[in-house]
Protein backbone atom coordinates (compact mmCIF):
# COMPACT_ATOMS: atom_id res chain seq x y z
CA UNK A 1 0.00 0.00 0.00
CA UNK A 2 1.39 3.06 -0.39
CA UNK A 3 1.84 6.05 1.80
CA UNK A 4 -1.11 8.13 0.25
CA UNK A 5 -2.91 5.17 0.70
CA UNK A 6 -1.48 5.01 4.42
CA UNK A 7 -2.61 7.99 5.64
CA UNK A 8 -5.90 8.53 4.33
CA UNK A 9 -6.85 5.17 5.70
CA UNK A 10 -5.49 6.28 8.88
CA UNK A 11 -7.45 9.42 8.67
CA UNK A 12 -10.74 7.86 8.45
CA UNK A 13 -9.59 5.45 11.13
CA UNK A 14 -9.01 8.42 13.73
CA UNK A 15 -12.56 10.59 12.10
CA UNK A 16 -14.67 7.32 12.58
CA UNK A 17 -13.06 6.93 16.10
CA UNK A 18 -13.70 10.42 17.12
CA UNK A 19 -17.31 10.56 15.99
CA UNK A 20 -18.31 7.45 17.34
CA UNK A 21 -16.43 8.05 20.70
CA UNK A 22 -19.29 9.77 22.15
CA UNK A 23 -21.77 6.64 21.36
CA UNK A 24 -19.99 4.25 21.69
CA UNK A 25 -17.05 4.58 24.06
CA UNK A 26 -16.82 1.95 26.95
CA UNK A 27 -15.05 2.45 30.21
CA UNK A 28 -11.80 1.28 31.25
CA UNK A 29 -11.75 -2.29 32.54
CA UNK A 30 -11.47 -0.77 36.21
CA UNK A 31 -8.78 -1.45 39.10
CA UNK A 32 -6.13 -3.94 38.36
CA UNK A 33 -8.09 -6.52 41.29
CA UNK A 34 -10.64 -7.08 39.63
CA UNK A 35 -10.73 -10.17 37.75
CA UNK A 36 -11.62 -10.46 34.19
CA UNK A 37 -14.55 -13.63 33.80
CA UNK A 38 -14.32 -13.78 29.99
CA UNK A 39 -11.11 -12.64 27.56
CA UNK A 40 -11.01 -12.68 23.78
CA UNK A 41 -8.20 -12.89 22.14
CA UNK A 42 -7.65 -11.72 18.52
CA UNK A 43 -4.68 -13.09 15.68
CA UNK A 44 -5.98 -13.69 12.05
CA UNK A 45 -2.65 -14.89 11.29
CA UNK A 46 -1.18 -18.40 10.36
CA UNK A 47 0.48 -21.53 11.29
CA UNK A 48 3.68 -19.98 13.02
CA UNK A 49 2.56 -16.87 14.33
CA UNK A 50 -0.45 -18.78 16.01
CA UNK A 51 1.90 -20.98 17.87
CA UNK A 52 4.24 -18.35 18.93
CA UNK A 53 0.81 -17.07 21.03
CA UNK A 54 0.50 -19.99 22.77
CA UNK A 55 3.01 -19.00 25.67
CA UNK A 56 0.87 -15.95 25.85
CA UNK A 57 -2.09 -18.26 26.28
CA UNK A 58 -0.62 -20.13 28.84
CA UNK A 59 0.60 -17.36 30.95
CA UNK A 60 -2.85 -15.71 30.52
CA UNK A 61 -4.38 -19.20 32.32
CA UNK A 62 -2.04 -18.72 34.90
CA UNK A 63 -2.97 -15.54 35.81
CA UNK A 64 -6.91 -16.18 35.17
CA UNK A 65 -7.43 -19.67 35.93
CA UNK A 66 -11.27 -19.78 36.32
CA UNK A 67 -11.80 -17.01 33.29
CA UNK A 68 -13.14 -18.53 30.01
CA UNK A 69 -10.79 -17.68 27.48
CA UNK A 70 -11.95 -17.28 23.61
CA UNK A 71 -10.07 -17.30 20.56
CA UNK A 72 -11.05 -15.81 17.53
CA UNK A 73 -8.93 -16.88 14.51
CA UNK A 74 -8.83 -17.98 10.92
CA UNK A 75 -10.11 -21.39 9.87
CA UNK A 76 -6.20 -21.78 8.60
CA UNK A 77 -5.16 -22.22 12.51
CA UNK A 78 -7.87 -23.94 13.79
CA UNK A 79 -5.50 -27.26 14.31
CA UNK A 80 -3.16 -25.14 16.11
CA UNK A 81 -5.34 -24.15 19.04
CA UNK A 82 -8.26 -26.52 18.71
CA UNK A 83 -6.63 -29.01 21.60
CA UNK A 84 -4.88 -26.26 23.35
CA UNK A 85 -5.81 -26.81 26.99
CA UNK A 86 -5.52 -22.69 27.63
CA UNK A 87 -8.16 -22.23 25.32
CA UNK A 88 -11.80 -22.63 26.39
CA UNK A 89 -13.82 -21.47 22.72
CA UNK A 90 -12.34 -20.67 19.43
CA UNK A 91 -14.29 -18.37 16.86
CA UNK A 92 -13.39 -18.77 13.13
CA UNK A 93 -13.30 -15.87 11.34
CA UNK A 94 -12.19 -15.39 7.57
CA UNK A 95 -10.02 -12.30 8.23
CA UNK A 96 -10.04 -10.03 4.96
CA UNK A 97 -6.25 -9.79 3.89
CA UNK A 98 -5.45 -13.27 5.56
CA UNK A 99 -7.58 -15.86 3.40
CA UNK A 100 -4.70 -15.57 0.69
CA UNK A 101 -7.69 -15.25 -1.82
CA UNK A 102 -9.11 -12.32 -3.78
CA UNK A 103 -11.60 -10.18 -2.22
CA UNK A 104 -15.15 -11.09 -3.25
CA UNK A 105 -15.67 -7.68 -3.54
CA UNK A 106 -14.46 -3.88 -2.29
CA UNK A 107 -17.27 -3.93 0.82
CA UNK A 108 -16.53 -7.81 2.19
CA UNK A 109 -14.35 -7.22 4.49
CA UNK A 110 -16.96 -4.48 6.02
CA UNK A 111 -19.97 -6.59 5.70
CA UNK A 112 -17.74 -9.22 7.90
CA UNK A 113 -16.55 -7.01 10.46
CA UNK A 114 -20.46 -5.99 10.89
CA UNK A 115 -21.32 -9.59 11.19
CA UNK A 116 -18.72 -10.71 13.93
CA UNK A 117 -18.98 -7.46 15.55
CA UNK A 118 -23.08 -8.39 16.26
CA UNK A 119 -21.62 -12.14 16.91
CA UNK A 120 -18.95 -11.36 19.82
CA UNK A 121 -21.38 -8.63 21.12
CA UNK A 122 -23.81 -11.16 22.64
CA UNK A 123 -20.84 -12.73 24.15
CA UNK A 124 -19.99 -10.12 26.81
CA UNK A 125 -16.41 -10.46 27.00
CA UNK A 126 -14.59 -7.97 29.76
CA UNK A 127 -11.30 -7.54 28.21
CA UNK A 128 -10.11 -8.22 24.53
CA UNK A 129 -5.94 -8.42 23.46
CA UNK A 130 -5.15 -7.75 19.61
CA UNK A 131 -2.64 -9.85 19.32
CA UNK A 132 -1.26 -8.58 15.91
CA UNK A 133 0.91 -5.35 16.00
CA UNK A 134 -0.85 -3.63 13.22
CA UNK A 135 -4.23 -5.09 13.07
CA UNK A 136 -7.12 -2.39 13.17
CA UNK A 137 -9.48 -3.90 11.43
CA UNK A 138 -9.63 -6.76 14.41
CA UNK A 139 -9.67 -3.71 17.01
CA UNK A 140 -12.15 -1.74 15.44
CA UNK A 141 -14.56 -5.05 16.12
CA UNK A 142 -13.35 -5.16 19.81
CA UNK A 143 -14.65 -1.55 19.71
CA UNK A 144 -17.78 -1.73 17.72
CA UNK A 145 -18.30 -5.02 20.02
CA UNK A 146 -17.90 -2.44 23.20
CA UNK A 147 -15.67 -5.03 25.21
CA UNK A 148 -14.52 -2.75 27.91
CA UNK A 149 -10.85 -3.02 28.16
CA UNK A 150 -8.99 -3.33 24.71
CA UNK A 151 -5.38 -3.75 24.44
CA UNK A 152 -3.16 -4.07 21.74
CA UNK A 153 -0.08 -2.39 20.38
CA UNK A 154 0.80 1.37 20.20
CA UNK A 155 0.64 1.35 16.07
CA UNK A 156 -1.53 4.66 14.56
CA UNK A 157 -3.84 2.60 13.44
CA UNK A 158 -4.58 0.84 16.01
CA UNK A 159 -4.72 3.13 18.42
CA UNK A 160 -7.91 4.79 18.35
CA UNK A 161 -9.97 1.76 19.12
CA UNK A 162 -7.83 0.80 22.38
CA UNK A 163 -8.61 1.59 26.12
CA UNK A 164 -4.66 0.55 26.49
CA UNK A 165 -1.47 0.59 24.36
CA UNK A 166 1.88 -1.43 24.84
CA UNK A 167 4.48 -0.28 22.69
CA UNK A 168 5.51 -2.78 20.38
CA UNK A 169 9.25 -3.22 19.87
CA UNK A 170 11.01 -3.66 17.22
CA UNK A 171 13.48 -6.49 17.15
CA UNK A 172 11.61 -7.80 19.90
CA UNK A 173 10.83 -11.78 19.63
CA UNK A 174 6.61 -12.26 18.41
CA UNK A 175 6.30 -14.50 21.80
CA UNK A 176 7.83 -11.64 24.22
CA UNK A 177 5.64 -8.93 22.18
CA UNK A 178 2.19 -11.56 23.04
CA UNK A 179 3.82 -11.79 26.59
CA UNK A 180 3.87 -7.85 27.02
CA UNK A 181 -0.23 -8.11 26.46
CA UNK A 182 -0.56 -10.89 28.91
CA UNK A 183 1.53 -8.52 31.45
CA UNK A 184 -0.21 -5.76 30.80
CA UNK A 185 -3.96 -7.40 32.01
CA UNK A 186 -2.31 -8.80 34.82
CA UNK A 187 -0.39 -11.74 34.06
CA UNK A 188 3.36 -12.99 34.29
CA UNK A 189 5.92 -12.72 30.97
CA UNK A 190 7.21 -16.03 31.82
CA UNK A 191 9.14 -17.38 28.88
CA UNK A 192 6.84 -19.97 28.19
CA UNK A 193 7.72 -22.72 25.07
CA UNK A 194 5.27 -22.87 22.06
CA UNK A 195 2.76 -25.76 22.75
CA UNK A 196 1.23 -28.50 20.40
CA UNK A 197 -0.17 -31.74 21.53
CA UNK A 198 -0.35 -34.06 19.22
CA UNK A 199 -4.07 -36.18 19.45
CA UNK A 200 -4.02 -39.89 20.24
CA UNK A 201 -4.78 -40.68 16.86
CA UNK A 202 -2.44 -38.12 15.22
CA UNK A 203 0.12 -40.08 17.59
CA UNK A 204 -1.74 -43.71 15.92
CA UNK A 205 -1.33 -42.44 12.52
CA UNK A 206 2.22 -41.49 12.88
CA UNK A 207 3.32 -44.81 13.75
CA UNK A 208 1.15 -46.71 11.24
CA UNK A 209 2.09 -44.27 8.95
CA UNK A 210 5.77 -44.89 9.81
CA UNK A 211 5.77 -48.96 9.89
CA UNK A 212 3.77 -49.10 6.52
CA UNK A 213 7.34 -47.05 4.87
CA UNK A 214 9.22 -49.56 6.88
CA UNK A 215 10.83 -46.81 9.14
CA UNK A 216 11.72 -49.13 12.23
CA UNK A 217 11.71 -47.94 16.13
CA UNK A 218 14.91 -47.21 16.43
CA UNK A 219 16.07 -46.01 13.10
CA UNK A 220 17.18 -42.40 12.89
CA UNK A 221 14.09 -40.78 10.94
CA UNK A 222 15.16 -36.73 9.68
CA UNK A 223 12.26 -35.00 8.42
CA UNK A 224 13.02 -32.21 5.89
CA UNK A 225 10.01 -29.84 5.00
CA UNK A 226 11.41 -27.68 2.22
CA UNK A 227 8.31 -25.89 1.30
CA UNK A 228 7.42 -22.15 2.58
CA UNK A 229 4.65 -19.54 2.08
CA UNK A 230 6.66 -17.39 -0.25
CA UNK A 231 8.48 -18.47 -2.93
CA UNK A 232 11.76 -15.67 -1.85
CA UNK A 233 11.95 -18.37 1.00
CA UNK A 234 12.87 -21.77 -0.86
CA UNK A 235 15.85 -23.27 -1.11
CA UNK A 236 17.16 -25.01 -4.07
CA UNK A 237 15.66 -28.72 -4.76
CA UNK A 238 19.22 -29.91 -5.55
CA UNK A 239 20.88 -28.71 -2.13
CA UNK A 240 17.88 -30.55 -0.46
CA UNK A 241 18.73 -33.64 -2.47
CA UNK A 242 22.40 -33.45 -1.42
CA UNK A 243 21.77 -32.42 2.60
CA UNK A 244 19.10 -35.61 2.33
CA UNK A 245 21.50 -38.28 0.49
CA UNK A 246 24.75 -36.73 3.13
CA UNK A 247 22.69 -37.62 6.14
CA UNK A 248 20.80 -40.92 5.15
CA UNK A 249 24.64 -42.40 4.24
CA UNK A 250 26.16 -40.80 7.75
CA UNK A 251 23.53 -41.79 10.08
CA UNK A 252 21.53 -44.84 7.87
CA UNK A 253 18.60 -42.72 8.76
CA UNK A 254 15.52 -42.56 6.74
CA UNK A 255 14.36 -39.33 4.98
CA UNK A 256 10.67 -38.05 5.21
CA UNK A 257 9.81 -35.30 3.02
CA UNK A 258 6.66 -33.57 4.04
CA UNK A 259 4.36 -30.53 3.18
CA UNK A 260 1.12 -29.41 2.13
CA UNK A 261 -0.88 -31.12 -1.26
CA UNK A 262 0.47 -28.21 -3.12
CA UNK A 263 4.37 -28.75 -1.78
CA UNK A 264 4.01 -32.55 -3.64
CA UNK A 265 5.68 -32.08 -6.73
CA UNK A 266 8.44 -29.92 -4.70
CA UNK A 267 8.98 -33.01 -2.56
CA UNK A 268 8.80 -35.37 -5.82
CA UNK A 269 11.22 -33.45 -7.76
CA UNK A 270 14.00 -33.53 -4.33
CA UNK A 271 13.11 -37.43 -4.24
CA UNK A 272 14.36 -37.67 -7.65
CA UNK A 273 17.03 -36.05 -7.03
CA UNK A 274 18.52 -37.89 -4.30
CA UNK A 275 20.64 -40.83 -4.83
CA UNK A 276 18.90 -42.70 -1.74
CA UNK A 277 15.08 -43.77 -1.06
CA UNK A 278 12.67 -41.37 0.52
CA UNK A 279 9.75 -41.26 1.81
CA UNK A 280 7.47 -38.04 -0.19
CA UNK A 281 4.61 -37.69 2.89
CA UNK A 282 3.35 -34.31 1.50
CA UNK A 283 -0.37 -34.04 1.06
CA UNK A 284 -0.78 -37.08 3.34
CA UNK A 285 -1.17 -35.66 6.51
CA UNK A 286 -2.94 -33.15 9.05
CA UNK A 287 -1.25 -30.75 11.11
CA UNK A 288 -1.61 -32.55 14.00
CA UNK A 289 -0.56 -35.78 12.03
CA UNK A 290 2.29 -33.65 10.47
CA UNK A 291 3.39 -32.98 14.14
CA UNK A 292 3.65 -36.22 15.24
CA UNK A 293 5.72 -37.57 12.71
CA UNK A 294 8.11 -34.60 13.85
CA UNK A 295 7.92 -35.65 17.50
CA UNK A 296 9.02 -39.30 16.07
CA UNK A 297 11.76 -37.43 14.21
CA UNK A 298 15.77 -37.44 15.52
CA UNK A 299 15.68 -34.43 13.26
CA UNK A 300 13.59 -31.80 11.22
CA UNK A 301 15.08 -29.30 8.90
CA UNK A 302 13.40 -26.26 6.62
CA UNK A 303 12.77 -23.10 5.50
CA UNK A 304 11.22 -20.11 7.48
CA UNK A 305 7.72 -21.24 7.56
CA UNK A 306 5.05 -22.53 10.39
CA UNK A 307 6.09 -26.19 10.31
CA UNK A 308 9.35 -25.81 11.29
CA UNK A 309 8.01 -23.85 14.50
CA UNK A 310 5.59 -26.80 14.76
CA UNK A 311 8.82 -28.80 15.61
CA UNK A 312 10.50 -26.68 18.01
CA UNK A 313 6.70 -27.03 19.67
CA UNK A 314 7.24 -31.26 19.86
CA UNK A 315 10.44 -30.72 21.16
CA UNK A 316 12.30 -32.24 18.40
CA UNK A 317 16.36 -30.67 17.29
CA UNK A 318 15.65 -28.19 14.14
CA UNK A 319 17.71 -26.46 11.64
CA UNK A 320 15.81 -23.20 10.52
CA UNK A 321 16.71 -22.17 6.92
CA UNK A 322 16.03 -18.09 6.98
CA UNK A 323 16.63 -15.11 4.45
CA UNK A 324 14.33 -12.26 4.44
CA UNK A 325 12.76 -12.24 7.55
CA UNK A 326 14.37 -11.30 10.66
CA UNK A 327 15.15 -13.85 13.33
CA UNK A 328 15.29 -11.67 15.90
CA UNK A 329 11.73 -11.40 15.75
CA UNK A 330 10.63 -14.29 13.76
CA UNK A 331 13.13 -17.07 14.43
CA UNK A 332 13.13 -20.15 16.56
CA UNK A 333 11.61 -19.55 20.18
CA UNK A 334 13.69 -22.17 22.49
CA UNK A 335 17.57 -23.20 22.96
CA UNK A 336 19.25 -21.63 20.11
CA UNK A 337 21.99 -24.96 20.57
CA UNK A 338 18.78 -27.01 20.27
CA UNK A 339 16.85 -25.12 17.09
CA UNK A 340 19.48 -23.37 15.19
CA UNK A 341 18.72 -20.54 12.66
CA UNK A 342 21.00 -20.40 9.46
CA UNK A 343 21.02 -17.37 7.69
CA UNK A 344 23.37 -16.15 4.31
CA UNK A 345 25.77 -13.19 5.02
CA UNK A 346 24.14 -10.73 2.22
CA UNK A 347 24.15 -7.31 3.86
CA UNK A 348 20.76 -6.66 2.88
CA UNK A 349 19.14 -9.06 5.53
CA UNK A 350 16.70 -8.89 6.66
CA UNK A 351 14.13 -7.09 4.44
CA UNK A 352 11.40 -8.47 5.64
CA UNK A 353 9.81 -8.53 1.85
CA UNK A 354 7.93 -11.23 1.21
CA UNK A 355 6.29 -10.45 -2.07
CA UNK A 356 9.21 -10.19 -4.82
CA UNK A 357 7.85 -11.07 -8.40
CA UNK A 358 9.16 -14.48 -10.18
CA UNK A 359 11.37 -11.69 -12.09
CA UNK A 360 13.12 -10.17 -9.36
CA UNK A 361 13.70 -13.53 -7.12
CA UNK A 362 17.05 -13.48 -9.08
CA UNK A 363 18.05 -10.92 -7.72
CA UNK A 364 17.31 -12.03 -4.18
CA UNK A 365 19.05 -14.84 -3.32
CA UNK A 366 19.13 -14.32 0.38
CA UNK A 367 17.82 -18.42 1.21
CA UNK A 368 19.48 -19.81 -1.78
CA UNK A 369 23.16 -18.39 -0.70
CA UNK A 370 23.09 -20.35 2.66
CA UNK A 371 25.68 -23.41 1.59
CA UNK A 372 25.16 -27.09 1.95
CA UNK A 373 27.91 -27.30 3.83
CA UNK A 374 26.45 -24.80 6.44
CA UNK A 375 23.22 -27.30 6.74
CA UNK A 376 25.18 -30.26 7.08
CA UNK A 377 27.58 -28.66 9.57
CA UNK A 378 24.31 -27.33 11.92
CA UNK A 379 22.68 -31.26 11.63
CA UNK A 380 25.83 -32.74 12.49
CA UNK A 381 25.99 -30.57 15.62
CA UNK A 382 22.52 -31.34 16.89
CA UNK A 383 23.15 -35.21 15.79
CA UNK A 384 25.95 -35.67 17.16
CA UNK A 385 23.92 -34.73 20.74
CA UNK A 386 22.35 -38.48 20.06
CA UNK A 387 25.39 -40.51 20.60
CA UNK A 388 23.43 -43.83 19.76
CA UNK A 389 23.21 -42.79 16.39
CA UNK A 390 26.99 -41.36 15.64
Same mark, same amino acid.
Given at each position: ??? $? ?72 ? $? ?65 ? =? ?71 ? $? ?13 ? $? ?25 ? =? ?24 ? =? ?83 ? =? ?19
Amino acid at each position: MDK $KRERFRLFLLRLFASLTGPFLRAGAFGQKAIYPSSILLIRPDHIGDVLFTTPALRALRDAFPRARITYLIGPWS $KEVIVNNPNVDDVVLCPFPGFTRLPKPSFLYPYILLLQFTRLIHTKGFDVALILRFDHWWGALMAYL =SRIPRRIGYDIPEVRPFLTDVVPYVQGRHEVEQNLTLVESVGGRPVAYPLEFRPSASDEEFAASYLAERGVKG $KEPLICIHPGAGAPV $KLWLKESWAQVADALAQRYGAKVILTG =SGEEVPLCQAICELMANEAIVAAGDT =SLGELAAIMARSSLVIGTDSGPLHLAVAVGTPSVHLYGPVDVHTFGPWGDPSFHIALTSRLDCIPCNRLDYSAEEIEEHPCVRSI =SVEMVLEAAHRLLSRRSSYV
